[in-house]
Nanobody, 114 residues
Framework: QVQFVESGGGLVQPGGSLRLSCTAA????????MGWYRQAPGKQRELVAS???????NYADSVKGRFTISRDNAKNTMYLQINSLSPEDTAVYYC????????WGQGTQVTVSS
């Protein structure tokens, strides 16, 4: 079972920024398309950003222009730079391959509040 470890979340004010990290225990990390997902209270988990093996990126409309996904294959690590945070971004953020497996990490909580 794949293990994902997310970090970097926290409490930030509206307009603030965070950088999330995800380390994946994947033997051939570079061979997988990866994604950042989030689950807000009372809502279903959604894919917000993805990056292919060739580093092509794609974003949900709600985060375009504010989120930037990247990966470092040498470190088996993926990142999510989040700028211009709004309260609507409050959620637990998870990483997984794209499309996702049933193996989820603990996630990292992002709370946007003044």
């Amino acid at each position: 079972q794949v293990q994902f470890v997310e970090s970097g979340g926290g409490l930030v004010q509206p307009g603030g920024s965070l950088r999330l990290s995800c380390t994946a225990a994947l033997r051939f990390f570079r061979a997988y398309n990866m994604g950042w997902y989030r689950q807000a209270p009372g809502k279903q988990r959604e894919l917000v950003a993805s990056i292919t093996t060739g580093s092509t990126t794609n974003y949900a409309d709600s985060v375009k222009g504010r989120f930037t996904i990247s990966r470092d294959n040498a470190k088996n690590t993926m990142y999510l730079q989040i700028n211009s945070l709004s309260p609507e971004d409050t959620a637990v953020y998870y990483c997984n391959i794209d499309p996702e497996t049933d193996s989820w990490g603990q996630g990292t909580q992002v709370t946007v509040s003044s």
